[in-house]
């Protein structure tokens, strides 16, 4: 990879989703777009780089898939979940208490993990038969969105949940005794979608919650403050928005009120 494919796989990264591809980042764009050469039978990545500057070629969205990274769990940052157990479950049951509606968006969902842990808090801390509940979890990530859709996971990705949780919540095979499944009853709450956050969102609105969690850091803070303000307008009054351990609103946007561990509140 010659220096000048590295600069214009960064300009295009950026142009196409916004992502900033900082030098240090270059040895892990080589393995990753390595392998794309290898299916497509190509030796330089200087043809590599004509294909994927038509932003109509079919390369565009493999090109996508392959520098987005996904790394995810069921329950990460557990803090998360316990104050939407602790404060946000107890808050819903007496602010919605007429039309029992609850509107969560996973912003950058990748395999589906995220999305699962909070359609499992919210269904342990409400009595579900009586809300109107509906997770939407997008991603840039086509293939990363597929695998969240089947719900399908590896038995060691659920390997830190409770007995109690897995039993509950995940379907076991005795012919495939390595994988899990969600059971229906959660996937029934969450839609999965594709969506490039730099691009038009279709949704309206407005959500209680919005989970972005660890998307922001590739993005320069001039996008950040973009996509913060978005948020913003998505947001009920009052509504929450969890991001990321090491990301923060500092000095990007002024509507929201920091909670604590990484948890903020819209107040205007």
């Known amino acids: 990879m ?3 494919d590295f ?4 300009e295009l990264a950026y142009k196409y989703t916004g992502i900033v591809l900082a030098s240090h ?40 898939n392959a520098i987005t990274t996904n790394l995810t769990s069921f329950f990460r940052e557990q803090h998360h979940f316990d104050y939407i157990r602790e404060h946000i479950c107890p808050e819903l049951k007496s602010t919605h208490a007429d039309d029992r509606k609850i509107r969560v968006w996973s912003a950058g969902c990748s395999t589906g993990e ?7 808090t919210l269904s342990e801390n409400l009595d579900m038969e009586n809300w109107d509940c509906k997770l939407l979890a997008t991603d840039l990530d086509s293939n990363v969105l597929e695998k969240g859709q089947q719900g ?12 109690a949780k897995k039993k509950k919540w995940f379907l076991h095979d005795r012919n495939h005794p390595d994988i899990v499944k969600v059971k229906p009853e959660l996937q029934q709450l969450i839609r999965f979608k594709r969506l490039n956050l730099l691009e038009k969102w279709p949704m309206k609105g407005p959500f209680d919650i919005i989970f972005c969690r660890n998307v922001v850091i590739y993005f320069d ?7 913060f303000n978005k948020y913003a307008d998505m947001l009920r009054e009052g509504g929450y928005l969890f991001i990321g351990h090491s990301e923060s609103l500092h000095r990007l946007s002024d509507r929201f009120k920091s909670i604590g561990k990484t948890i903020y509140q819209k107040i205007h």
């Open 152 to 163: 399908i996971y590896d038995l060691g990705r659920i390997e830190s949940l409770s007995e």
């Open 25 to 64: 980042k270059r040895d892990m764009v080589y393995g990753r777009l390595a392998r794309r050469l290898r299916e497509l039978k190509l030796t330089v990545f200087s043809d590599y780089c004509r294909l994927i500057e038509k932003d109509d070629h079919q390369e565009v969205s493999q090109f996508i």
């Open 2 to 4: 010659a220096d000048t």
């Open 221 to 227: 803070q001039e996008t950040q403050r973009y996509l």
């Open 7 to 10: 600069e214009l796989i960064s």
């Open 114 to 120: 995220e999305s699962y842990s909070i359609a499992i």
